[in-house]
């Protein structure tokens, strides 16, 4: 019976992830609102009555992307944070400021990628979902106590404006994960991802003024 279930088990964890997969993808590259159960059913390689069995709802798929993508944020941040450690016992300690930068990047190029679901700003519905599903909030709140460390030791030594909300820096950092400059210096086909990463993240955090001329 315990291997009957353990298989089955399996079976619905292929089956959650496929779904997940086809919902991050779609998410990406067509955003929440045009992005329809039909379409993630197809993608996924299942009868839609079947995806019911598993995901109740367009909110749901969404928060179980969500739930995803911050999982991996939350696995690169704790490895930044693992190399900080051993850097500095070897003398060579890494400023956060250097670790708000890399978490920035890793945003911008998962959205780069096609990897990075893609959200409304406003919607009641899903922002309800969000805000009810445990395992969302906790990561979410999870995300940011460990960027808001950062954010305050980065003020704290000069590294960041102090005179700046910690909350403002912290949206700010969110922002980029989705944030429309990307996609439209990407869809233009001039540019590559190296030089669009570059690019943005000088801008985030230097600004658009050349230094030394700003008013």
């Given at each position: 019976?315990?291997?009957?279930?353990?298989?089955?088990?399996?079976?619905?964890?292929?089956?959650?992830?496929?779904?997940?997969?086809?919902?991050?993808?779609?998410?990406?590259?067509?955003?929440?609102?045009?992005?329809?159960?039909?379409?993630?059913a197809a993608e996924a390689g299942m009868a839609k009555a079947s995806l019911y069995k598993l995901?109740?709802?367009?909110?749901?798929?969404?928060?179980?992307?969500?739930?995803?993508?911050?999982?991996?944020?939350?696995?690169?941040?704790?490895?930044?944070?693992?190399?900080?450690?051993?850097?500095?016992?070897?003398?060579?300690?890494?400023?956060?400021?250097?670790?708000?930068?890399?978490?920035?990047?890793?945003?911008?190029?998962?959205?780069?990628?096609?990897?990075?679901?893609?959200?409304?700003?406003?919607?009641?519905?899903?922002?309800?979902?969000?805000?009810?599903?445990?395992?969302?909030?906790?990561?979410?709140?999870?995300?940011?106590?460990?960027?808001?460390?950062?954010?305050?030791?980065?003020?704290?030594?000069?590294?960041?404006?102090?005179?700046?909300?910690?909350?403002?820096?912290?949206?700010?950092?969110?922002?980029?994960?989705?944030?429309?400059?990307?996609?439209?210096?990407?869809?233009?086909?001039?540019?590559?991802?190296?030089?669009?990463?570059?690019?943005?993240?000088?801008?985030?955090?230097?600004?658009?003024?050349?230094?030394?001329?700003?008013?």
């Open positions: 019976m315990t291997s009957r279930t353990s298989i089955k088990e399996q079976i619905q964890r292929v089956r959650e992830q496929a779904i997940v997969t086809a919902v991050n993808r779609l998410l990406a590259t067509k955003g929440y609102d045009a992005m329809t159960v039909d379409e993630v995901f109740t709802s367009k909110e749901e798929l969404a928060g179980a992307a969500m739930v995803g993508v911050l999982d991996r944020a939350l696995a690169f941040v704790d490895s930044l944070r693992d190399e900080a450690v051993q850097a500095a016992e070897t003398a060579t300690p890494v400023r956060p400021l250097d670790q708000l930068k890399a978490v920035t990047r890793w945003a911008m190029q998962t959205q780069l990628e096609g990897q990075m679901p893609s959200l409304p700003a406003q919607n009641s519905n899903l922002s309800a979902s969000l805000q009810s599903n445990d395992a969302y909030m906790d990561r979410l709140i999870s995300l940011s106590n460990r960027l808001s460390i950062w954010i305050t030791e980065a003020q704290t030594s000069g590294q960041l404006q102090p005179t700046l909300p910690a909350e403002l820096v912290l949206y700010t950092l969110f922002a980029r994960a989705c944030d429309p400059v990307v996609a439209l210096l990407k869809e233009s086909g001039q540019y590559t991802h190296a030089q669009i990463i570059d690019w943005v993240s000088s801008t985030t955090f230097g600004g658009l003024a050349v230094p030394g001329q700003a008013s």
